[in-house]
Nanobody
Framework: VQLQASGGGLVQAGGSLRLSCAAS????????MGWYRQAPGKERELVAV???????NYEDSVKGRFTISRDNAKNTLYLQMNSLKPEDTAVYYC???????????????WGQGTQVTVSS
């Protein structure tokens, strides 16, 4: 199983970006999915999570600006980021709890990280 994240980049404050994370491999099912971020000198933090049933939860600072969604048919996770602020600058990582043919219980898988830089 592999996760491939994409969509990061450089944007001015107030701009938007859309991150994607596609899972591939011998996947049987995917439970919760989430986006995390890690800014320089800081610990990795949870940004948003979405359950298999579509329930979502967000870190307080991104509520109303970020939207997490998933396409189960494509095994893909998204993060729409609007009204970006310089403090959103970080490497963003996707995470999925995946049941696969080789591991018949949920395991954590991580994408490689994608850099988001917001200039003031």
């Amino acid at each position: 199983v592999q996760l491939q994240a994409s969509g990061g980049g450089l944007v001015q404050a107030g701009g938007s970006l859309r991150l994607s994370c596609a899972a591939s491999g011998s996947i049987l099912s995917i439970n919760a999915m989430g986006w995390y971020r890690q800014a320089p000198g800081k610990e990795r933090e949870l940004v948003a999570v979405i359950t298999s049933g579509g329930s979502t939860n967000y870190e307080d600072s991104v509520k109303g600006r970020f939207t997490i969604s998933r396409d189960n048919a494509k095994n893909t996770l998204y993060l729409q980021m609007n009204s970006l602020k310089p403090e959103d600058t970080a490497v963003y990582y996707c995470n999925m709890k995946i049941v696969s043919i080789t591991r018949l219980y949920p395991n954590d898988y991580w994408g490689q990280g994608t850099q988001v830089t917001v200039s003031s």
